[in-house]
Every structure is written in C-alpha cells, then in structure tokens.
C-alpha cells in the first residue's frame, strides 16, 4: 500500500537529530525531510548536503521557523536539555507535532508548562526514551505483560557509566557543569533509566523516593601527586604517563572513540590529522585537554535511587561513573518468579517458581542477538534509535500505539523520578512524588 510520507524538519541539527533524521534516508516512502533550524552554520549545512535542502528550507532557529506557514508535519527537535521546553513552546502553537529529545525538561515546573501546551495546541509530542524500543527492554517488558513473573514486587536496575564516557561526557563534556548545562547527572544520564522503572512497574505509581550520590572521585584532593591542569601541556611526563584519564590516552590513542564530542571545534577540517587533534586538546579553551581531577565539572559521579510504589512495591537505581566497562542490568522479581539480564548482552533469563518433585525453578533464557541487531541497522542504545523514529511515524499515521510508545503523558513519571531524587539527594530525606493528572 502507497502511502504519503511523514514529512518533518530537524530543529537543532547535532549528533542526536542527524542520527534520528537518518531513518529518512533508509525509508523515503515513511519520512521526508523538509527544512532545517539551527543558528549554527556546520550543523545547518551538514542538514543540507545530507537532505539536498535549498536556501528557502533553512531557518536560523526554532524561534524563526515557528514564525512561518506550517512547513511540515513535525519536527525533529535535537537542541539541547535546557533548549528543549523554549523551542518547543512556539513550534507546538505553530501546529507541529515533536520527536523531542531526553530530558524533556530541566525542571519540574518546565515539565508541567511543556505538558499543558501540548494539552493545549492538541500536539503529539514524542520523547526519545530510545530504550524503550531496545529489544532487550520490549522483550522483558512483553514478558512481564504476559504475566510471566506474576506481579512485580521489586525492580532493580544499574548503569555503570565507563571511565571513557564519564569524562568525555561528563567530567570534562557538555553534561559535567550544572551551571551550564542545567541538568543533573541523574535527569541526563538516567532519565533512561528511571522512565524504564515506570514504565515497566505500570500498575502502580511511584508515590516516593530517597536517594544518595555525589561527586567522589573527579575532585582535586583525587588528583595523582604533581598533576598539572593539562594533560598536555603542564602534567609532568612521569605522572602523564601513569594517569588513567590522560586526555592523550583517552583521545589521542583512541581518535573515533567519542568523535563528535571530543573533535568537534574540527568540524570544519575535513579529516583532521593526529597533529592537529593534538594541538586542539593543548588549547586552552579546549575541556577534552583539561585534568579529570582539576575541571569545572560539579554534577555527581555515583547516585542510588530508592522508589516506593502505591502498590508497596519497590525499585532501586545504582549509577556508578568510571567504570572499566560500561553496562546496563535489570533484575526484576515478580510473586511468581524473576527476570535479569543485561542490555549489552541483548540476553535476559526467566526463572518462574517450581516446587514440583525433584524441581526447585524453571529457567528460560530469551537471546535477541538471535535474529535482532543491537546496533547495525537501528542504531544505538541497544537498537532503540531508529525504532523509536519509525515508531513516531507510526503514530503520526495514525497506527496503534506501540507497546514502547514514549508519548509525553508516559514519560512524566521517569521525569518525575529524577527531579524527586535529586530534591531527596540535596535535602537529605525521603520526598513524595506529586499526584499526576
Ligand atoms: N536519547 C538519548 O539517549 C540521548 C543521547 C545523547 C544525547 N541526548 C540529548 O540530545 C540532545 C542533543 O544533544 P547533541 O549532542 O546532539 O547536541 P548538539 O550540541 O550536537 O546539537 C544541538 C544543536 O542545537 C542547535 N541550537 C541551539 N539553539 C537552537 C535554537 N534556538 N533553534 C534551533 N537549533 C538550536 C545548536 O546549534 C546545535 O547544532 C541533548 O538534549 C542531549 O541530552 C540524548
């Protein structure tokens, strides 16, 4: 059956939004993309050459888009975590419907005015809670919706954040200082995560949380003995040469790791050389060149999250930065039986309850490697990518909603978790969660 595509227009064309808009170029007949919004010129034109957009298809913000004739359907909205309520607000009014980025705001009091306005203008908004459409995740899920660990008494769920990511991301990245970024490390890192609990605990809501964490190890009493403020330029060799987060080690010894973070002022450079990425990192503006352990970064590097639910269930979180690998486990147990696994293995096991003679459980082990990708075709974060962008097309047709469907309305209680933790982290005490209506 023919069908018209989607059509929508990447609003902040970064690494996230290009990634999403690529589902276009694989599926033409699903989603066209129509224009672009970006104040930056690289962005912009990086859209341009990959959509064979024209002049009159680019704009040099949300803001200016949102003052023309309805241009498209939807828009892909890329910008970042504090951007995402003040660019959404006039494109919503305009009549456009959103795949908007994680977190969808970075306050509660944000949350509740980008929620109304959707209400309001009678928008769909989409949040990209890729995890959500991972394999590994519908797949527990779909177990857990064909009963088969009964009903849940307990999730717990880790994220161990790699020693490599932690940094380029947070330590020395965009996410490290709350005061620029205006996010913490739970809302950036573990909206995933906390959303992941709520959707999967679906039959009750979260009513309150605790939560412990802070900033341990990336701090300057850390720092080896003699380190200077760039590895680079004043780290003496012998303590360089030893350091685990030498920016040389990190990113010099390894150039693809992390690129679009770590040499992005080289954007225009087309293939830059080693000498080149080595002369970035020694400048001083440069945050990649900065010592892990005397940066600006301020937000936590571990945090435990403690969930209570109306039903008297229960969840915990455990983010751990700086670990030798990086990983993502769910452990769930229901009154018939449990499910665990990890996401990086795109493997889980069920183990039911089985007093029968001779028994004591019964164990399935469901492998999505068989048959499914974690990357390849659908992109990352376990496949999740590009399933969410078909997914909002889906939606935007008019389908059935799927089972991992990210709407607005079902991701306020993950965001919900996040600004509650943090609030029960900073004031030391148990904080209820607001009733949602
Ligand atoms: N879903 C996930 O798992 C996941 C993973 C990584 C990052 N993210 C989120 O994705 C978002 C984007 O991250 P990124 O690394 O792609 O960022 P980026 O900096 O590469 O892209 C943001 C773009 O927005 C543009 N911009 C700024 N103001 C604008 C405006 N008023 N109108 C239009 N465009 C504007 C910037 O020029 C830039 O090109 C962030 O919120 C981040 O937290 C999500």
């Known amino acids: 059956m023919m069908t018209t595509p989607i059509t929508a227009v990447i609003v902040g064309a970064g690494h996230r939004a290009l990634t999403y808009a690529s589902y276009a170029k694989k599926h033409p007949d699903e989603l066209r993309i129509v224009g672009v919004a970006d104040p930056a010129e690289i962005p912009k034109r990086k859209a341009c050459d990959m959509f064979d957009l024209k002049p009159e298809q680019c704009f040099d913000s949300a803001e200016e888009l949102a003052k023309q004739p309805k241009l498209a359907d939807a828009v892909i909205n890329g910008t970042m975590d504090h951007q995402h309520v003040s660019t959404a607000l006039p494109l919503l009014e305009a009549g456009y419907d959103m795949l908007l980025e994680k977190p969808l705001a970075p306050s509660e009091e944000d949350m509740w005015t980008l929620v109304r306005a959707a209400r309001k203008h009678g928008r769909r908004v989409m949040i990209c809670h890729v995890l959500r459409y991972a394999p590994f995740y519908v797949g527990i899920r779909k177990k857990i919706e064909e009963g088969a660990i009964g009903k849940i008494i307990n999730i717990q769920t880790t994220e161990h954040v790699s020693y490599h990511h932690m940094t380029v991301s947070f330590v020395r990245g965009?996410?490290?200082?709350?005061?620029?970024?205006?996010?913490?490390?739970?809302?950036?890192?573990?909206?995933?995560?906390?959303?992941?609990i709520a959707w999967i605990k679906n039959d009750a809501a979260p009513t309150a949380v605790g939560s412990f964490g802070s900033l341990m190890q990336f701090r300057p009493e850390m720092a080896p003995e003699g380190a200077g403020q760039r590895c680079l330029v004043d780290c003496p060799a012998e303590v360089e040469e030893k350091c685990l987060y030498s920016a040389r080690k990190h990113y010099l010894d390894?150039?693809?790791?992390?690129?679009?973070?770590?040499?992005?002022d080289l954007q225009h450079i087309e293939n830059p050389t080693l000498e080149q990425k080595e002369e970035a990192l020694k400048r001083e503006d440069n945050p990649y060149g900065r010592c892990v352990y005397h940066h600006d970064n301020d937000v936590v590097d571990h945090q435990s999250v403690n969930i209570n639910f109306a039903d008297g269930a229960t969840a915990t979180h455990n983010m751990v930065g700086g670990t030798a690998k990086g990983s993502r486990s769910i452990h769930i147990v229901g009154t018939l039986g449990e499910i665990r696994g990890c996401l990086e293995e795109?493997?889980?096991?069920?183990?039911?309850?089985?007093?029968?003679?001779?028994?004591?459980?019964?164990?399935?082990?469901?492998?999505l490697n068989q048959g499914g990708d974690m990357h390849g075709a659908f992109g990352g974060h376990g496949g999740g990518d590009l399933r969410l962008?078909?997914?909002?097309?889906?939606?935007?047709?008019?389908?059935?909603?799927?089972?991992?469907?990210?709407?607005?309305?079902d991701s306020i209680y993950g965001h919900l978790l996040c600004y509650t933790a943090d609030r029960a982290m900073e004031e030391h005490r148990v904080v209820d969660l607001p009733s949602v209506k």
Request: hydrophobic share 25%; charged share 30%.
């Open 254 to 264: 390894h150039p693809d790791r992390w690129s679009f973070y770590v040499w992005h």
């Open 346 to 367: 795109s493997r889980f096991v069920v183990r039911t309850i089985d007093p029968s003679p001779g028994n004591e459980f019964r164990e399935e082990e469901v492998d």
């Open 389 to 409: 962008v078909g997914d909002f097309v889906r939606t935007l047709r008019g389908e059935p909603r799927s089972i991992s469907c990210t709407d607005l309305e």
């Open 174 to 196: 965009k996410h490290g200082n709350s005061r620029h970024c205006h996010t913490s490390m739970l809302l950036s890192k573990c909206c995933h995560d906390l959303d992941l």
